[in-house]
């Protein structure tokens, strides 16, 4: 390992091994990152360790949404961390792999990799994706049926959470940490190995051809982001 990075690794535990050590409390925004404190900076206490996550947005409202055959992402337009030009090549695989054309791909965000996304659906023709920029996403949450999540970095996943409290069901990656405490595989939504965009086609597929599971999950993702707003109510 170059000197450099064990230098700059140091440098890291050091300085949160520091703000633990100087804190009254040290505030997250999930539970999940608490081991992942613990583990940079080499501490054997988290006494101090509390999480408040993201607070959600919308009222409570256990009520059935008219769903439609619309899956959605929304996401600001930074590749880094939102993956959109990843989703759009799940899209992409999905639509010449499966013989479905009834269902269509919304993405609901602004920024400046507009462009490039719009160049990616262009060069490579494909159809059923919409970009409808800045907007109110409540709408886009109540009729859409599947939430395609393909970040990987974020705090505390707020646009995760309010699919969810609107019966959306969720597909995302298990390289994002973000995700951990939330998301339970064939139990609230699909949870898919890194970069597996074959299994993440496939998963799309059999939620669209299984409306029984499709229900089951997005009732149970209900109750998890209901679960959530109990849990943190002050």
Known sequence: IPLRLVGSEMCIRDRYKSIYKYSDALV????????????????????????????????????NYS???????????????KRILLALKIWKHFLSTYD???????IVGYGEW????????????????????????????????ILMFTSLLEGAPLSLLEAMQMKVVP??????????????????????????????SRSIYDLITNEKLRCKLSENAFTVSYTHLRAHET
């Open 28 to 63: 997250l925004l999930s539970d999940a990152y608490i081991p992942i404190y613990r583990s940079i900076a080499n501490l054997k206490d988290s006494s101090k360790m509390v999480s408040i996550p993201n607070f959600l947005s919308f009222d409570y409202v256990e009520r």
């Open 67 to 81: 769903k439609t055959n619309e899956l959605l992402i929304v996401a600001r337009f930074d590749e880094i961390s």
């Open 100 to 106: 479905v054309r009834d269902w269509c791909l919304t």
């Open 114 to 145: 507009e462009s490039v996304y719009k160049d990616f659906i262009n060069k490579n023709d494909i159809v059923n994706v919409k970009l409808v920029g800045r907007d109110d996403s409540k709408k886009y949450f109540e009729r859409s049926s």
């Open 171 to 200: 597909i995302a990656f298990d390289d994002c940490m973000a995700i951990r405490g939330f998301l339970i595989n064939d139990v609230n939504s699909k949870v898919i190995k890194s970069l597996d965009i074959s299994e993440y």
